[in-house]
């Protein structure tokens, strides 16, 4: 049996071992190496190689085709000393086919003595740990994910059955920025599903009684209000300066309008609808998949229009689809999992039932086949026969 210094002395013999002097000429001239940090989290988050990626030596076998795909790829593993990475480059190169293998000898500690620098991660408070700890236990999401997710500004069109799920999680979840667009005061009728709002708040306008909701469950939000109706008008500045909007909106004009104000800022969407026990739900991301006129070049049927009047919804279906809409947005911010782009989902609650359909981008559609530059304020949210429409619904 040999020993464990004669073990490392022996692996130490059978890689390509790199002197920190050569990574370092090598990450300033940008020249196509990838280095990997193997040592522990905690290591890795006080401090470690500008640009490294992270994959824990625990962790080496499963999560490298992750970080690095390409086996011919030159490849500078590191961790405190030289030791860890030594038996992590054996692995590499020996177990896993991958064939440039190289271990900084000394570790990032010789990188330090030589004077190199070191990059410095944003940490959490204490708090936020402790807050957002079951998000550090997901691979997806992780320190990396949470610190995308506090950097977020997200857009809640509506404060009502959908705006309030999404915007009661997302906040718990993390997300930074929460804005809210809504002119609307709490009505008794509201609270069968607009959990955001209280009895005691009927009255006030859903903005500020959602920012009361948002910071009783989580105070480091920033809340941003707008409590002014969404129009041709104002669509462009409201929507500027966020990286995804929740479309809550019930009426189709503003779907309409919401969709080429977002299509001109390459702006994300997550769109969902609800009538009655059935509800839809996409992501409208352009120029990466259709937008909303490409599914939807004309209005939907009438019938199915509740934007021309009163329509009953069962309560509990907003929180559903509300929360599927979460769901996307935290994805599209921490770039986990696929989004719905390109796909529209359908929730039948009675029957229990999700279908889902492939929707495509329509090479003719008349915004999303355009340059952002060339869609021009007067046809923003405007389609045919909107009048005849409404007035067809009785
Ligand atoms: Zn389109």
């Not at 500045?237 to 009426?251: F, M, S, T």
């Amino acid at each position: 049996m040999a020993s464990g210094a004669e073990l490392l002395r022996k692996v130490k013999e059978q890689i390509e071992e790199v002197d920190p002097r050569e990574v370092h000429e090598l990450t300033h001239n940008g020249n196509g190496a990838v280095i990997v940090d193997v040592r522990e989290q905690h290591e890795f988050e006080q401090s470690h190689l500008p640009g490294a990626l992270h994959v824990p030596r625990a962790h080496l076998e499963t999560r490298i085709e992750g970080a690095v795909g390409d086996r011919s790829q030159r490849v500078i593993l590191y961790c405190a000393s030289g030791n860890r990475s030594a038996f992590a480059a054996q692995t590499l190169q020996d177990l896993l086919g991958y064939e440039d293998v190289a271990s900084m000898r000394g570790g990032i500690t010789l990188w330090k003595d030589r004077g190199y620098e070191v990059e410095v991660p944003r940490a959490l408070t204490a708090e936020q740990r402790e807050r957002y700890s079951r998000h550090m236990l997901v691979p997806e999401i992780g320190l990396e994910g949470q610190m995308k997710l506090l950097d977020a500004k997200v857009l809640l069109l509506g404060a009502g059955g959908l705006g309030s799920p999404a915007a009661l999680y997302l906040a718990a979840a993390g997300v930074g920025t929460i804005g809210l667009v809504d002119d609307d005061v709490v009505d008794l009728s509201n609270l069968q599903r607009q959990i955001a709002h209280t009895n005691d708040r009927i009255g006030v306008p859903k903005v500020d009684s959602a920012e009361i909701s948002i910071h009783d469950i989580n105070p480091d939000v920033k809340v941003e209000k707008h409590p002014v109706r969404l129009g041709p008008a104002n669509i462009m500045e409201i929507i500027d300066g966020y990286d995804v909007v929740v479309d809550g909106l019930d009426n189709f004009p503003t779907r309409y309008l919401l969709n080429d104000a977002s299509v001109r800022k390459q702006i994300p969407v997550v769109s969902a609808s609800i009538l009655g026990f059935e509800g839809q739900l996409s992501v409208f991301h352009p120029y990466e998949g259709p937008c909303y006129r490409c599914l939807y070049p004309t209005p939907p049927p009438a019938e199915l229009a509740p934007s021309c009047g009163a329509a009953g919804v069962l309560g509990v279906l907003p929180g559903v689809m509300g929360l599927l809409q979460s769901v996307e947005v935290i994805k599209l911010v921490t770039g986990a999992g696929e989004t719905m782009a390109g796909r529209l989902l359908l929730y039948d609650a009675l029957g229990t039932t999700f279908t889902e359909l492939k929707v495509r981008r329509d090479p003719d559609c008349p915004i999303c086949s355009r340059e952002p530059g060339e869609i021009s304020d007067e046809e923003m949210g405007v389609f045919p026969d909107y009048e005849a429409f409404c007035a067809g619904a009785g």
